[in-house]
Structure formats: C-alpha cells, structure tokens
C-alpha cells in the first residue's frame, strides 16, 4: 500500500523532475502525494521522495522533494516556509 499525503503550499514551491533531474514548480494550492523510493543518478543510493503530478511546459511531470527535506515538516504547518505536509487517512475502497 502505498503512503499518500496533503502537501498544501501558500506559494509555489521548487522540485525536481523525478525523470529528467530539471528544476520544475510545484503550484500553489493542495495537492495529493504519494512516497516514491526513487535511484537517484550517479550510482547514488536510492532515496524516499514526495511525489506530485504536475504541468510543466504543457506536458505532466513528476515533481519530487527529497524525503530528507519534507519529512521534517510533515503534520506541521510552518508560516514561514508557507507549508504544510500531513499523511492523508483515507478509507479502503
């Protein structure tokens, strides 16, 4: 089963391409996430990621931020970084 979050975000907020490593933006506003473990290049471990579908130069992307940044903000919400992160509780279908 896979893990799904609410990533809520005041502004938008900078990832990468989980595909390609370009820069992409997440847009503001609520969006549904899931937990990816991901090989990263260069003969890198691999490594958790947060996951959001998202349009980037009229084509959908896999936006992701590296589990080692956002883990630190689930279930909080934090002004400054304007936001918030919490694992969605929903019912098996």
């Keep these: 089963m896979e893990e799904t979050f609410r990533?809520?975000?005041?502004?938008?907020?900078?990832?990468?391409d989980i595909k390609t490593g370009q820069?992409?933006?997440?847009?503001?506003?609520?969006?549904?996430?899931?937990?990816?473990?991901?090989?990263?290049?260069?003969?890198?471990?691999?490594?958790?990621?947060?996951?959001v579908t998202v349009q980037h130069e009229g084509n959908l992307v896999l936006a992701g931020l590296r589990e080692a940044y956002w883990r630190q903000w689930e279930g909080h919400h934090i002004p400054e970084l304007r936001v918030t992160i919490r694992e969605m509780k929903e019912k098996p279908h």
């Design 23 to 51: 820069e992409v933006f997440i847009p503001q506003g609520s969006h549904k996430a899931i937990r990816m473990l991901i090989k990263c290049p260069r003969d890198q471990p691999e490594e958790n990621y947060l996951v």
């Design 7 to 16: 990533l809520d975000l005041n502004q938008s907020w900078e990832a990468i």
